[in-house]
């Protein structure tokens, strides 16, 4: 049985008359916002730290984690070594900004990638497997139990993009004193990223097999990815048509959006003069766009309650 299955209990202390109250249809009008409801979503949350850290995942994780750092590091290092003593301080922030806007899009490429991947079989997994009959058939809210697992990816993506890109621009700072612009704003993009993928997986997963789901975001991913590079090339040699396929491509799934609007808000200027490159973003999607992802997120995270909610388990 596993760690959820262990500690969602019902208290033994409780009258028959009150536990058959909590089945009681009335128990249905109860606000997300009682202690039950809240204490499954907290109780989940912390079991899906607990359940990463079981399966080495967090671990493999951090340690991939410290190497692309260790990687990163090393090469700003050298690469700033390398310069002539003559070099103006201008030109130093300048190559130190072009390698941070690598490591930054390595970085969030390795986490989307990572919340499709680990996620997948949050719902899935459990229901092939029966875990979930030892959860779902107490007096806990199915949505309940969605909403916790989801809260804990949140933070548990949240704290890993803290410690690969902001480490990656803590060692900019430490090396060159180079600070990107609108630093907490990228950030967050980031995140809001990793989210994005999270809640399309885990509406996947509530209805899909484990493989399936990994395989629909990620497939969803890449489109997105080529998507972007469409609507991009179309901006640089004026095609309306090809800026028309990425929007679209865009709104069927945001998450090269969030990449592209972060990568325009942190690029230098050099890089923003050559225009689109592997890196960086020849346009920046609108604030609308981000509101629409965000949208977007909430609608696919409900959209796995509701799935979960309507399964015959």
């Avoid at 262990?6 to 089945?23: F, G, K, L, M, Q």
Wanted: glycine residues 8%; hydrophobic residues 55%.
């Amino acid at each position: 049985m596993s760690d959820e299955a262990a500690e969602i209990n019902i208290p033994t202390n409780v009258s028959a008359p009150a536990r058959a109250a909590s089945y009681a249809p009335a128990d249905d009008a109860r606000s997300w916002h009682e202690p039950g409801v809240f204490r499954t979503v907290t109780l989940m949350g912390s079991v899906t730290f607990r359940e990463a850290a079981r399966r080495k995942i967090l671990w493999i994780a951090a340690i991939a984690g410290v190497g692309f750092l260790g990687l990163f590091w090393a090469g700003l290092h050298a690469m700033l070594h390398s310069m002539a003593p003559t070099a103006s301080a201008v030109t130093r922030h300048e190559a130190t900004g072009m390698m941070l806007m690598m490591s930054l899009y390595a970085g969030s490429l390795m986490t989307s990638l990572m919340a499709a991947i680990t996620s997948c079989d949050t719902l899935s997994g459990e229901i092939a497997s029966g875990t979930i009959h030892a959860i779902a058939t107490k007096p806990v809210r199915r949505w309940a139990l969605v909403l916790g697992k989801w809260t804990g990816f949140v933070l548990l993506f949240g704290a890993y993009i803290l410690f690969v890109e902001g480490g990656s621009m803590l060692i900019a700072w430490i090396e060159n004193r180079y600070l990107p612009p609108h630093a907490i704003a990228v950030l967050g993009l980031i995140w809001l990223q990793a989210i994005l993928l999270l809640s399309v997986t885990m509406a996947c997963s509530a209805r899909l097999s484990t493989l399936t789901s990994g395989a629909c975001t990620i497939g969803l991913y890449g489109l997105a990815f080529i998507g972007g590079w469409i609507e991009q090339f179309g901006a640089l040699r004026h095609v309306r048509a090809c800026v028309d396929l990425g929007i679209v491509v865009s709104l069927i799934m945001p998450s090269d959006a969030l990449w592209r609007r972060a990568a325009f808000r942190v690029q230098p200027p050099l890089i923003g003069a050559i225009g689109a490159t592997p890196f960086s973003s020849a346009t920046a999607p609108s604030l609308a766009m981000v509101l629409y992802a965000g949208i977007y997120t909430l609608a696919a995270l409900l959209l796995a309650q509701a799935l979960l909610e309507r399964r015959d388990l």
